[in-house]
């Protein structure tokens, strides 16, 4: 094909839902697939990503060129755009914005074109300096003796600036740069020393002492392994190591080779979890299965449930060395959390160089070096939160998701994706196995596997064959005390966090609430503060002696005003963990206590100091919000206190007892995993609740069983699919008509549909967000494929108008 007849099929990232068609840039060797380019759009410049070769427009149609490539080597394989394709379909989402969504943030700022000036040029051009109107640029360039990437963007976007720039290149004056910014900077390296296989065999004779003492430790180590061992920890073992390792190098008995430092979460060199001497029979069995899945080379999901501390993450390890082994890459995503997970530590100590680690930790330059070891395939397994299922792994063989329930794989705004869906789809179109793992699977992943679209390993036991700990249930509502009202700590919780103390175990206290108290109360009108925009009740912080909204920021002195009747008597109802602190340290004064939430953390060394405090036993109780039921392993905590299990109860979504019970179950999982066993005490004023007892019992299935019998009668999912559509604008009126509109189009359109129930539509549970009003029309279905099909029906031609509309398919917070 000659080169002018070339047109490329192009997704611009704006609300477009067709793909367009450009010719290249003229003189420009045409763009591969994957690559982003700048392309001309109703008088703007936008980006677009060219996705191949398009079939030739209509004779007479007038089909106009890209501006510029911005990218010389794809961004992702072109294997990806089976899968783009097919969430811009499911999500209802135009391809270009979710292709600009699976990219690194960073990538926006990356390859960047600088111009420079040759000796040559200088001479050539000295006598030019000035007035040249048509080359502003010039006395800049002859100054400096280059232009910034700025610049030298602006003058490329011009054809006839361009074309100055190309033949001055030709002529040798000048030279085209083209370079990343975006700060890429190089990661940490560590020395790691690994055995060769002459290394595992019997040592020679004629090592000496310490040489064979060096051996030996590293042997211990690596557990007889070939595994990368970080040498500033063999060093710690053994002080004579770091002389002994360059013989042994010498020799070929250990290789030493720099490897990207993996820290753990308090900033110390690397963890290192050696490989366990054998597996468990759990595991075994649960791994021969996987393993049977990966041979197949075909498409499966699996649901692993395993209580905590079942031994999941070896699993995961030997099913990813066999999934490398088989030829296949590995796809590893862990929910979104503060810290660098231990699964990290465990992926990096088994296979060291292999890992790309895709976090919000890194800046955006070492998010594309990751980017490209992955496209370049020198990282053959990648490590991340949700956004790592768009990682450019051209066949993963393997996709593991790990805490499969968390709500952090809900990307909750723009595309708004569940990355443990797409994990399953992308398998699907791999061909390769997706693994989904969880204490407390997802009511909906559960059903699956019980209906047969994902197959069930169970694992029961704990590796150690430690119990689960002992829960007991406080009712609050029989405890009596002075004030009529229920207390923040029971008796027996009291007594229990006195004996901990006093046996000198720690303590966690969890709420799942922040603040001193929840709301003041006005005495005279009965009515809470409020948020002017959000409309939700303020939190009142009593450090910072003021009222907070949480999900806008507002503040305003706690010495306000009723804003319903502008009464000054307000009380204060309800409490959060800084009540809690402030009470426990009256207590127990002699108690050594922190406190983990969002305004004790603000800073993340702060909470790594505090997490720090609790490893080292500095910390005698630990008080804090759900941010301390994810992903640490305290070994002396033998005691958590639940003191309101309720509060999470009462939020206006159907979901709200399934996160209960996660909730519940991951915290009292922190409990007892060390030698000592652990206790647990769940305080609840509605005790009887289905989740509260299903989760101190530790019984998933009288969980699910209740929890799909109510789901049934609601016909929520599964038994049904949901699309919400939101609705938000600045004028009340607007928004609330525009909702009633689309309401009526889709009883309309649904009328002969019986499969499908309009509900709304009605306000928000948050009415007002950031000063907009919101409603919802939540449409409801028993067929996914009609539901969709009405649902794009609404959407189609929706003019840009005051009000938003965005669609959230399969929609978790319902708030
Ligand atoms: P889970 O993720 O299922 O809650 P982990 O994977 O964290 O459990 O395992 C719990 C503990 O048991 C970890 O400290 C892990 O290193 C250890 N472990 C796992 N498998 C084995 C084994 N086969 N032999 C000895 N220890 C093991
Ligand atoms: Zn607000
Ligand atoms: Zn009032």
């Not at 020395?191 to 290394?199: I, K, P």
């Not at 004779?205 to 211990?220: A, F, P, R, V």
């Not at 980017?371 to 397994?381: L, Y």
């Amino acid at each position: 094909m000659s080169k002018a007849s070339i047109f490329l099929e192009v997704a611009v990232a704006a609300p477009i839902h067709q793909t367009l068609t450009y010719l290249p840039p003229p003189d420009e060797e045409p763009p591969t697939p994957g690559c982003r380019v700048l392309v001309p759009l109703g008088g703007r410049q936008v980006t677009g990503y060219v996705l191949g070769a398009a079939s030739p427009p209509e004779p007479g149609l007038k089909i106009k060129p890209c501006t510029e490539i911005i990218d010389r080597l794809p961004l992702f394989p072109p294997e990806m755009l089976g899968f783009f394709r097919w969430i811009a379909e499911y999500y209802q989402h135009p391809l270009g914005e979710v292709i600009k969504t699976a990219l690194p943030a960073g990538t926006t700022s990356t390859s960047s074109r600088r111009v420079i000036l040759t000796a040559a040029g200088a001479t050539a051009l000295a006598g030019q300096s000035g007035a040249d109107k048509t080359k502003p640029w010039l006395p800049v360039l002859l100054s400096r003796g280059e232009l910034p990437p700025g610049p030298t963007r602006k003058i490329w976007r011009q054809a006839a600036q361009r074309r100055f720039l190309q033949k001055w290149q030709a002529a040798g004056w000048l030279t085209l740069v083209e370079e990343l910014s975006g700060g890429a900077t190089k990661s940490r390296q560590v020395t790691c020393v690994t055995l060769t296989a002459s290394g595992l065999a019997a040592p020679p004779h004629d090592l000496k002492k310490s040489e064979l003492k060096t051996l030996d430790i590293l042997k211990g180590l690596a557990r007889g392994l070939t595994v990368p061992v970080p040498r500033p920890q063999l060093a710690r073992a053994y002080s004579g190591a770091r002389p002994a390792l360059q013989v042994l190098s010498d020799r070929g008995l250990v290789t030493l080779t720099e490897l990207p430092l993996y820290r753990d979460p308090f900033g110390e060199p690397p963890l290192f979890f050696p490989a366990p001497a054998c597996l468990t029979d759990e595991q075994e069995t649960v791994l021969a299965e996987i393993e049977r899945s990966l041979e197949r080379g075909e498409f499966s999901a699996l649901l692993l449930h395993g209580i905590t501390g079942c031994g999941k993450t070896e699993v995961y390890l030997r099913a990813s060395a066999r999934a490398l082994a088989l030829g296949r890459s590995v796809l590893v995503l862990v929910p979104e959390i503060a810290l660098t997970t231990q699964l990290e530590g465990h992926f990096f100590s088994r296979f060291g160089r292999d890992i790309a680690l895709l976090h919000s930790g890194l800046s955006p330059g070492e998010r594309y070096d990751q980017w490209q070891r992955i496209i370049r395939g020198e990282a053959r397994i990648v490590i991340g939160a949700r956004s790592a299922i768009f990682a450019p792994l051209a066949h993963p063989g393997l996709i593991i998701v790990d805490e499969e329930h968390d709500s952090s794989y809900k990307q909750e705004d723009g595309l708004r994706y569940q990355a443990r869906d797409l994990a399953v789809l992308r398998a699907s179109l791999a061909g390769g196995v997706a693994l989904l793992g969880s204490a407390t699977p997802a009511l909906t992943s559960y059903q699956h596997a019980l209906n047969g679209k994902y197959r069930l390993l169970n694992m029961t036991r704990r590796v150690g064959g430690q119990e689960l700990p002992e829960v007991e249930v406080i009712d609050l509502q029989q405890v009596k005390t002075v004030s009529g009202r229920p207390p923040l700590f029971s008796p027996e919780l009291t007594t229990a966090l006195k004996q901990n103390l006093a046996a000198g175990d720690q303590s966690l206290i969890f709420l799942n609430r922040r603040g001193y108290a929840s709301l003041l109360l006005c005495r005279a009108c009965g009515q809470p503060v409020r948020c002017p925009s959000c409309a939700i009740s303020l939190t009142l912080h009593q450090a910072r002696r003021e009222l907070l909204c949480h999900y806008c920021g507002f503040t305003v002195t706690s010495q306000t005003l009723c804003s319903n009747c502008r009464s000054p008597e307000l009380v204060p109802i309800g409490f959060g963990t800084e009540k809690l602190e402030s009470e426990l340290r009256t207590m127990l004064p002699e108690a050594r206590i922190a406190r983990l939430d969002r305004d004790t953390t603000m800073k993340r060394r702060d909470f790594l100091a505090t997490l720090r405090g609790v490893h080292d036993r500095r910390i005698d109780i630990l008080i804090g919000t759900q941010m301390i039921t994810k992903g640490h392993h305290f070994p002396h905590v033998t005691l958590v206190g639940v003191v309101w299990a309720d509060a999470s109860l009462n939020l206006p979504d159907f979901r709200a007892g399934e996160r209960t019970f996660q909730i519940l179950s991951q915290v009292t999982g922190r409990a007892g995993r060390g030698e000592k066993p652990g206790r647990v005490i769940i305080q609840a004023l509605n005790p009887g609740h289905y989740a509260i007892a299903a989760a101190s019992n530790h019984d998933y299935q009288a969980f699910f069983t209740e929890e799909l019998r109510l789901r049934r009668s609601l016909n929520f999912p599964p038994f049904s699919q949901l699309v919400n559509l939101r609705f938000d604008g600045a004028e009340e009126l607007l928004v609330r008509r525009v909702a009633e509109q689309c309401g009526e189009q889709a009883r309309r359109l649904s009328r002969s549909e019986p499969t499908i129930t309009i509900l709304g539509p009605a306000p928000a549970p948050l009415s007002r967000l950031q000063g907009r009003y919101r409603w919802q029309l939540l449409l409801k279905g028993g067929d996914r494929r009609r539901l969709h099909a009405l649902c794009r029906q609404l959407t189609a031609n929706r003019e840009a108008g005051p009000v938003k509309l965005t669609v959230d398919v399969d929609p978790e917070n319902m708030l």
